[in-house]
């Protein structure tokens, strides 16, 4: 069974730095490119950051470029988001994704974990 567990987030104030972490179980973690999105209330989901396997490339959105770091380590079936100089329109529920290809591709998703930025 594909299990990804997301933690690490929190209540930080504006400029603070928070580190998120996702690990994976259940499947070959270095065969696949790992991205974080989130969503904040009453937007769609979004996109923020996503790494390539072994390379590896990195991939970030235009709003968290130069702020946020996303990085991986396979031997710990492990993916970090450090996130630096925090605003308040980062606070969202973050989640992890991972898109398996069986003959069809499958996304799997984290529970999410809650970041608020707020003085």
């Known amino acids: 069974e594909v299990q990804l567990v997301e933690s690490g987030g929190g209540l930080v104030q504006p400029g603070g730095s928070l580190r998120l972490s996702c690990v994976g179980s259940?499947?070959?973690?270095?065969?696949?490119?790992v991205g974080w999105f989130r969503q904040a209330p009453g937007k769609e989901r979004e996109g923020v950051a996503c790494?390539?396997?072994?390379?590896?490339?990195?991939y970030y959105a235009d709003s968290v470029k130069g702020r946020f770091t996303i990085s991986r380590d396979n031997a710990k079936n492990t993916v970090n988001l450090q996130m630096n100089n925090l605003k308040p329109e980062d606070t969202a529920v973050y989640y992890c994704?991972?898109?398996?290809?069986?003959?069809?591709?499958?996304?799997?998703w984290g529970q999410g974990t809650q970041v608020t930025v707020s003085s």
């Open positions: 790494i390539a396997t072994n390379d590896p490339s990195t």
């Open positions: 259940g499947f070959s973690f270095d065969d696949y490119y």
């Open positions: 994704n991972v898109r398996i290809y069986t003959g069809v591709h499958t996304d799997y």
